[in-house]
């Protein structure tokens, strides 16, 4: 049995990676154990597109977490570069939404008003303009936008640059650490439980995305996530490919910095499958077709998978779980991790470290375990 750190941090993806890095600045002692690597489960996979809020359905507090996390996002990365020398590979190049359809012409036509009545700048392009400009497009286009805020990143770097900033100001990052179950005492949450012995804190941080349910359902409380299954692909040496990102029919295509493009994602609830199948892959080739031809002239130079934590909530949840003094959450962030990122993280990191809870932090409570 080690001794008590302030804060244990189960799950070292970017929520994780990022609440222990957020506390090390606010002088907090914190562990982050992760079962893997660091960065290789939801993080890895992730297409690290930074967007606009694009759901007219989303809450209020939704859709102020996006604004300040795209608002944080320049400074967060400036900050870690220097710090680290991880190149986090962040660019604003813009995006493009687009359609080869009027169904989904209403779709991002819809979508595009709800953004321009947030304040943020999209720009209606015609299409003839719209190939012009970023010859990628499909001949077939019937509509497009383009809003210059959009940007990417490679989101596993980021994750590996949080754990090592955190690691500079004395966090201790313990990857290939499983977590065998939450310590309990008197109904508080005192520890974690490894294979080679108890792991002690005065509060525990579920971090754990899509494996959230797994430690907090023996529990008896209410963490109902569960993994929605996301496939990639990379394309390298096609003749024509895209300069800014393009988005639509459910998909996004984004140039990497290293010539290559990548094409994301399925969205497939089939449990903890971490499988590149046919069937993923024909989608994902589908969507090129659509929205980014000129791609499959170039070859296939990568494929993977992950696993996204999707929630029953269908929102983030975040902050002290209902039931169990001394355990917190940061969990169900589903496709939203990339964007979402610094202002969760920033949140939560407040919270632990003063024992007061922002109003829009707690708009994302977990929810209290059913009778």
Same mark, same amino acid.
């Given at each position: 049995?080690?001794?008590?750190? @302030?804060? $244990?941090?189960?799950?070292?993806?970017?929520?994780?990676?990022?609440?222990?890095?957020?506390?090390?600045?606010?002088?907090?002692?914190?562990?982050?154990?992760?079962?893997?690597?660091?960065?290789?489960?939801?993080?890895?996979?992730?297409?690290?597109? $930074?967007?606009? +809020?694009?759901?007219?359905?989303?809450? +209020?507090?939704?859709?102020?977490?996006?604004?300040?996390?795209?608002?944080? =996002?320049?400074?967060?990365?400036?900050?870690? @570069?220097?710090?680290?020398? %991880?190149?986090?590979? =962040?660019?604003?190049?813009?995006?493009?939404?687009?359609?080869?359809?009027?169904?989904?012409?209403?779709?991002?036509?819809?979508?595009?008003? #709800?953004?321009?009545?947030?304040?943020?700048?999209? @720009?209606?392009?015609?299409?003839?303009?719209?190939?012009?400009?970023?010859?990628?497009? /499909?001949?077939?286009?019937?509509?497009?936008? #383009?809003?210059?805020?959009?940007?990417?990143?490679?989101?596993?770097?980021?994750?590996?640059?949080?754990?090592?900033?955190?690691?500079?100001?004395?966090?201790?990052?313990?990857?290939?650490?499983?977590?065998?179950?939450?310590?309990?005492?008197?109904?508080?949450?005192?520890?974690?439980?490894?294979?080679?012995?108890?792991?002690?804190?005065?509060?525990?941080?579920?971090?754990?995305?899509?494996?959230?349910?797994?430690?907090?359902? +023996?529990?008896?409380?209410?963490?109902?996530?569960?993994?929605?299954?996301?496939?990639? $692909?990379?394309?390298?040496?096609?003749?024509?490919?895209?300069?800014?990102? %393009?988005?639509?029919?459910?998909?996004?295509?984004?140039?990497?910095?290293?010539?290559?493009?990548?094409?994301?994602?399925?969205?497939?609830?089939?449990? #903890?499958?971490?499988?590149?199948?046919?069937?993923?892959?024909?989608?994902?080739?589908?969507?090129?077709?659509? $929205?980014?031809?000129?791609?499959? *002239?170039?070859?296939?130079?990568?494929?993977?998978?992950?696993?996204? +934590?999707?929630?029953?909530?269908?929102?983030?949840?975040?902050?002290?779980?209902?039931?169990?003094?001394?355990?917190?959450?940061?969990?169900?962030?589903?496709?939203?991790?990339?964007?979402?990122?610094?202002?969760?993280?920033?949140?939560?990191?407040?919270?632990?470290?003063?024992?007061?809870?922002?109003?829009?932090? *707690?708009? #994302?409570?977990? /929810?209290?375990?059913?009778?």
């Amino acid at each position: 049995m080690t001794g008590a750190q @302030e804060v $244990i941090v189960v799950g070292g993806g970017v929520i994780g990676c990022g609440i222990a890095w957020e506390l090390t600045r606010r002088d907090v002692r914190v562990t982050l154990v992760e079962r893997g690597p660091i960065g290789r489960e939801a993080s890895w996979a992730s297409a690290g597109i $930074i967007s606009l +809020p694009n759901r007219p359905d989303w809450r +209020p507090e939704r859709i102020a977490l996006g604004r300040l996390s795209l608002k944080r =996002y320049p400074e967060w990365v400036a900050d870690l @570069e220097s710090r680290t020398g %991880i190149a986090i590979e =962040y660019h604003r190049p813009g995006g493009w939404s687009v359609a080869v359809d009027a169904e989904h012409g209403a779709v991002e036509a819809e979508r595009a008003a #709800f953004q321009l009545s947030l304040g943020f700048e999209v @720009e209606e392009v015609a299409p003839e303009e719209a190939r012009r400009r970023e010859p990628a497009l /499909p001949r077939d286009l019937v509509a497009a936008w #383009f809003t210059p805020a959009a940007g990417s990143l490679s989101l596993h770097r980021l994750t590996e640059a949080l754990a090592a900033a955190a690691a500079a100001q004395g966090a201790v990052i313990r990857p290939e650490t499983p977590v065998g179950s939450i310590l309990m005492e008197n109904g508080r949450a005192v520890g974690v439980r490894l294979s080679e012995g108890d792991l002690l804190a005065d509060r525990v941080v579920l971090a754990t995305g899509a494996w959230t349910r797994l430690l907090a359902d +023996p529990l008896g409380v209410a963490l109902p996530t569960r993994p929605m299954k996301g496939q990639l $692909i990379a394309f390298a040496n096609a003749p024509v490919h895209p300069h800014g990102i %393009i988005s639509g029919h459910h998909g996004y295509v984004r140039p990497r910095p290293d010539g290559s493009t990548l094409v994301a994602a399925t969205e497939e609830d089939v449990g #903890f499958d971490h499988r590149v199948t046919g069937e993923g892959v024909a989608w994902l080739l589908n969507l090129t077709r659509m $929205i980014c031809p000129g791609l499959l *002239a170039g070859e296939i130079v990568e494929t993977w998978a992950g696993l996204r +934590p999707g929630s029953d909530t269908g929102e983030p949840m975040m902050g002290p779980v209902p039931g169990v003094d001394g355990l917190w959450a940061a969990t169900g962030h589903f496709r939203t991790g990339a964007k979402e990122a610094p202002a969760s993280a920033m949140l939560m990191a407040e919270a632990l470290a003063t024992s007061r809870i922002d109003p829009l932090l *707690a708009a #994302f409570a977990p /929810p209290a375990a059913s009778a």
